[in-house]
């Protein structure tokens, strides 16, 4: 059979850039295939305006503060057009990075059209059928949206029509404390919004719940309220909502947020026709993210797994990898991060300490250092928040952090969980001083403290002083 092209990508998203991307700066035949907007989610409905938004809402934040350090900023005047405008920005700055034009010059044929795939080596788009002997899934995910009676009489938001909207809500009210949820929360109530958080669970349930207690003080501080039950029944329409809840409670606000998980984006267009076999939430594939049908590959949030940016790139730079050389790559998430940028941040690498106790039981031990003894921290009065490193021994297993730019901190871990470093490498390299990263260093040398201080050094050591006393 002659292919068009060595391998057709379907979603230019994170996940689908990349893979496309990637193959074809190794000089192969790639069609890349976007349906919508090129930079996906991330670029324009995820990632980038949400963190523009947190952006303008910590500037409000802190003009906000009682005086600090003997200077008192001026009460915030927020316009909502304003903010708005500065997300359109971020996503105008960065746009560029996804652009077709950027991956026509990688090499890509890129087809701004949805895709639908017609056979196990073949996609139709735009009236043109393509052949590959590889095909990448890139489709995505959308925010789930629950089946909750009242739903659909109600006009609530998403992140897909979150930052487009037109006037700055004056109560909020969130379904889900997940990591929309709780960044979303923040960032409205400190532009000034009222905010109501509605979550069945703990908020930020995958998290250390150490690390959640810190900024669910501060968000409970800056005024955010939390209401601990299931959303059951929603009532109202613009301009005023009621979200009853199974315990009774009747939450009422002017905007209702819907953030409580994902959808992944796995029908309409003809996967399911071939055989493709989904999974929970997703398409079910294996470590390499082979999907059940041969040759076709799915990756990033439409697909069974954790669903971030990073991931997604991830994903697609293995899966390039494997159709370039033509060798097995698996993905491995042993060093997975992850970070929610609320404030202080809560970031996460590796096992939590709840992970690596039902794994390793008692062989687990756990150093925790806290940021009010770091001295940066102090200089510059954050001093909130921790670092709780979980080790086996003096390997890491994970590390969980919560602080002023946490997700900073996480980089030295990946080398130390993969085993590409350690914490004798940190605990003894020179850090400048004063930042933050002395924590990391502080945390990496508190493993190795009882065997550097312990009976036998200070023997030895006692020895060493002897001996010099005699002889010197
Ligand atoms: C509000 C919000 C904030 C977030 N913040 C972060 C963060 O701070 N850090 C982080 O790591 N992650 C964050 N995420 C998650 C992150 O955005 C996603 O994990 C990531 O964007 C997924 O990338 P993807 O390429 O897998 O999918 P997507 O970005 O969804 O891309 C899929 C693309 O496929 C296209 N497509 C679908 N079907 C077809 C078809 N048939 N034909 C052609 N094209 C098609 C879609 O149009 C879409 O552009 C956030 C998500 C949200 C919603
Ligand atoms: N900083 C980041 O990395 C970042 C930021 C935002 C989003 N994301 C990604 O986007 C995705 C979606 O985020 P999300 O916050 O929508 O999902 P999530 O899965 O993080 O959280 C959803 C929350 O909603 C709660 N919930 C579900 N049904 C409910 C109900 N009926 N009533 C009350 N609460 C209910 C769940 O218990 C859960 O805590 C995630 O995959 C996340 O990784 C990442």
């Known amino acids: 059979m002659k292919f068009t092209h060595d391998v057709i990508v379907i979603g230019g998203g994170a ?4 893979a496309a991307g990637g193959c074809a700066l190794f000089g192969l035949k790639v069609a890349l295939i ?4 090129m930079g996906g989610e991330c670029l324009n409905n995820g990632c980038v305006p949400s963190k523009a938004l947190i952006g303008a809402a910590k500037r409000a934040g802190e003009a906000r503060e009682a005086t600090r350090f003997g200077v008192t900023l001026a009460p915030p005047q927020v316009s909502w057009s304003g903010v708005r405008q500065h997300i359109h920005d971020a996503i105008a ?4 990075h996804d652009s077709v034009e950027t991956f026509e010059e990688m090499g890509c044929e890129v087809f701004t059209s949805r895709a639908r795939i017609t056979g196990r080596q073949s996609v139709e788009v735009e009236g043109r059928t393509l052949t590959a002997p590889r095909i990448v899934i890139a489709t995505g995910s959308e925010p789930l949206v629950p089946a909750i009676d009242g739903i659909d009489t109600v006009p609530y938001l998403t992140n897909e029509n979150l930052f487009e909207l ?3 809500p004056g109560h909020l009210v969130i379904i889900g404390g997940g990591a929309i949820g709780m960044e979303m929360a923040q960032a409205f109530r400190r532009l000034g919004s009222e905010v109501t958080v509605i979550e069945l669970n703990k908020p930020m349930g995958r998290d250390d719940p150490d690390s959640v207690a810190v900024v669910m003080e501060v968000m409970r501080e800056e005024g955010i309220r939390f209401v601990t039950d299931k959303a059951t029944k929603i009532e109202g329409g613009v301009g005023g909502v009621t979200v009853h809840t199974d315990g009774g409670e009747a939450v009422v606000g002017t905007h209702l947020l819907v953030a409580v998980g994902r959808k992944a984006r796995v029908a309409g267009f003809g996967a399911e026709e071939i055989g493709i076999a989904p999974g929970k939430n997703g398409f079910a594939t294996d470590a390499r993210r082979r999907t059940s049908v041969k040759g076709i590959y799915a990756i990033g949030d439409c697909r069974d797994g954790p669903r971030l940016t990073h991931v997604s790139g991830y994903e697609g730079s293995n899966v390039a990898l ?9 993905v491995d998430f042993r060093a997975l991060p992850w970070c929610t940028y609320t404030e202080p941040e809560v970031a996460q690498i590796g096992m939590t300490e709840a992970e690596a106790r039902a794994q390793h039981g008692d062989g687990v031990t756990i150093v925790k ?7 940066r921290s102090i200089a510059e009065g954050y001093t909130k928040g921790h670092m709780k490193m979980v080790l086996k021994g003096k390997k890491v297993l994970g590390v969980s952090i919560v602080g002023k730019n946490a997700g900073e901190l996480l980089l030295p871990f990946t080398q130390m969980i993969t085993g590409k470093s350690n914490t004798f490498a940190l605990g003894s390299a020179i850090i ?3 930042t933050r990263s002395e924590i990391s260093k502080a945390a990496a040398f508190s493993a190795w403290e009882p065997t550097v201080f312990g009976s036998l050094p200070k023997k030895y050591a006692g020895l060493v002083a002897k001996l010099r006393r005699t002889f010197a």
Request: cysteine-free; overall charge negative; glycine content about 12%.
């Open 322 to 330: 494997e159709i370039v050389t033509g060798l097995p790559t698996k």
């Open 34 to 37: 976007e349906g919508h907007k």
């Open 432 to 434: 400048s001083y004063p």
């Open 369 to 375: 250092e806290e940021f009010a003894e770091n001295e």
């Open 15 to 18: 996940a689908g850039l990349t």
């Open 166 to 168: 037109p006037e700055q």
């Open 93 to 96: 700055g960065i746009e560029h």
